[in-house]
């Protein structure tokens, strides 16, 4: 995972917890999953654009 251990992994847990508070985290997880997945959705259908721009040109 990036080249983290366990306990660099727990200190940014805590550090967050102490910076956003424990009922903001649930919601930052949820916005940075919708984000994420946005962003791959776009990667995938870029690439299924090129590769059928690709295709009509042969």
Not at 5 to 18: H, N, R, S, T
Not at 29 to 36: A, I, M
Request: glycine share 10%; charged share 30%.
């Amino acid at each position: 995972m990036f080249g983290l251990g366990w306990a660099e992994v727990i200190i940014i847990l805590i550090v967050a917890v102490l910076i956003f508070g424990p009922k903001k985290i649930p919601e930052l997880g949820s916005s940075l999953g919708k984000t994420l997945r946005g962003f791959k959705d776009e990667v995938i259908r870029d690439d299924d654009n090129d590769n059928n721009d690709k295709e009509s040109d042969n």
